[in-house]
């Protein structure tokens, strides 16, 4: 399984940016996703998770009612649209899965993507 991240940046508090992450080397439509964020100096922190088929999603409270996580089963990809962005948003952002290797569930993870929300 590989996962890639892209569309962070450089963003103004207020401001809006949409994240993408594209599965590879795996059936994307049987995986559940999660996004998280490491913020300078923080430990990992849950964003957003959505099921497999896209009907159910969950939010931190963190970020409730300004993300949104979606998916395209079909491109392989779950977004992250960030919306209301407030400088304690600046993270590193990455997208994981697990998949079950028959004995455990295995986590994989993308590279990150840096987003930073200053003026």
Do not use: H
Not at 75 to 89: G, R
Request: glycine share 10%; with cysteine.
């Amino acid at each position: 399984v590989q996962l890639a991240e892209s569309g962070g940046g450089l963003v103004q508090p207020g401001g809006s940016l949409r994240l993408s992450c594209t599965v590879s080397r795996f059936p994307f439509s049987s995986l559940p996703m999660r996004w998280y964020r490491r913020a300078p100096g923080k430990g990992l922190e849950l964003v957003a998770t959505i099921a497999s088929t896209g009907e159910s999603a969950s939010y931190a409270d963190f970020v409730k009612d300004r993300c949104t996580i979606s998916r395209d089963n079909g491109k392989n990809t779950v977004f992250l649209q960030m919306n209301s962005l407030k400088p304690e948003d600046t993270a590193v952002y990455y997208c994981n899965t697990q998949v079950w290797n028959g004995r455990e569930y295995v986590p994989y993870w993308g590279q990150g993507t840096q987003v930073t929300v200053s003026s």
